[in-house]
């Protein structure tokens, strides 16, 4: 994993950015296309409507990793964590593709002890120090999750993949989809393809339908998807898989998960 998205799965991870849970989580750019270098705003939250921000903020946006076309790092500015969502500036002063990225990583483990339950929730270290080694009754799991949007000022330039965890390479650029048009992604898994894994998108602006509109889709044996964009407007992509390369060896199983935001542009 690149250094600096080690360090926000760690700090992501103890503040606890597992509201993907129970709620959605999503990252919205105020713009992801830009013809000229310039300022974007960033707001995040956690809700079941996607893009509507009437649940809660997502926690730990100060430490978003925005890399830019030539690997550099851009710092946020002017963060702020609300009641319903945390927003942020970027300044975005190079010509090509910045990927946005927030990484969480960590493990979740309970048990018995003098009959009470207990629960905890940290990286690996913290769980050695905090629970016993001979815990009665007990369960552990990792987890490992993405999510990510892009920008791009002027023109596109490639991206490249991480080979950690689960990830999405863009074969049609993320900032070049147009409705009507087809679109085609390749969902990794530690750097191979990833088959049969289910593919879900929503467009934003579900309160406004009678009908959520998922579009579902399937990878195949190459980890690819392909999809037709019916309608302009911002998609909300997830994709989850479960593995055993865990690194903590009381753990049975790795929950991994990819979530990124797109938008579609009219023709």
Same mark, same amino acid.
């Given at each position: 994993m690149q250094k600096g998205l080690k360090f926000v799965a760690a700090v992501v991870a103890s503040l606890g950015l597992q509201q993907a849970q129970a709620h959605d989580i999503w990252l919205e750019p105020s713009s992801t296309v830009l013809s000229k270098a310039g300022y974007i705003t960033v707001a995040a939250a &956690? #809700?079941?409507d996607k893009f509507v921000y009437n649940h809660a903020p997502l926690r730990g946006l100060e430490h978003l990793?925005? +890399? &830019?076309?030539?690997?550099?790092k851009v710092a946020p500015e002017n963060f702020m964590q609300g009641k319903l969502r945390s927003v942020l500036d970027l300044n !975005? &002063?190079?010509?090509?593709t910045y990927r946005l990225t927030m990484a969480s990583g960590g493990v979740m483990a309970s048990w018995k002890e003098g009959g009470e339950s207990k %629960?905890? %929730?940290g990286n690996a270290e913290a769980f050695a120090k905090n629970v016993p080694a001979g815990a009665e009754d007990l369960k552990v799991s990792?987890? !490992?999750g993405r999510l990510e949007t892009f920008v791009t +000022? #002027?023109?596109?330039t490639p991206l490249t993949a991480t080979g950690v965890g689960l990830e999405m390479v863009p074969l049609t650029h993320p900032n070049d989809l147009v409705a009507g048009e087809v679109a085609v992604f390749r969902f990794d898994l530690e750097g191979k393809p990833a088959k049969d894994l289910e593919v879900v998108l929503v467009r934003g602006g579900s309160r406004y339908r009678d009908q959520k509109e998922e579009i579902k889709l399937k990878t195949d &044996?190459? #980890?690819k998807i392909s999809v037709k964009w019916p309608q302009p407007g911002l998609y909300w992509l997830d994709v989850d898989a479960q593995d055993a390369k865990t690194t903590v060896k009381q753990a049975k199983e790795r929950r991994l998960s990819y979530v990124a935001t797109l938008e579609v542009l009219p023709q």
């Open positions: &956690a #809700g079941n990793a925005a +890399v &830019a076309p030539d690997g550099s !975005l &002063a190079q010509t090509g %629960r905890f %929730r990792e987890s !490992l +000022v #002027g023109k596109p &044996a190459e #980890g």
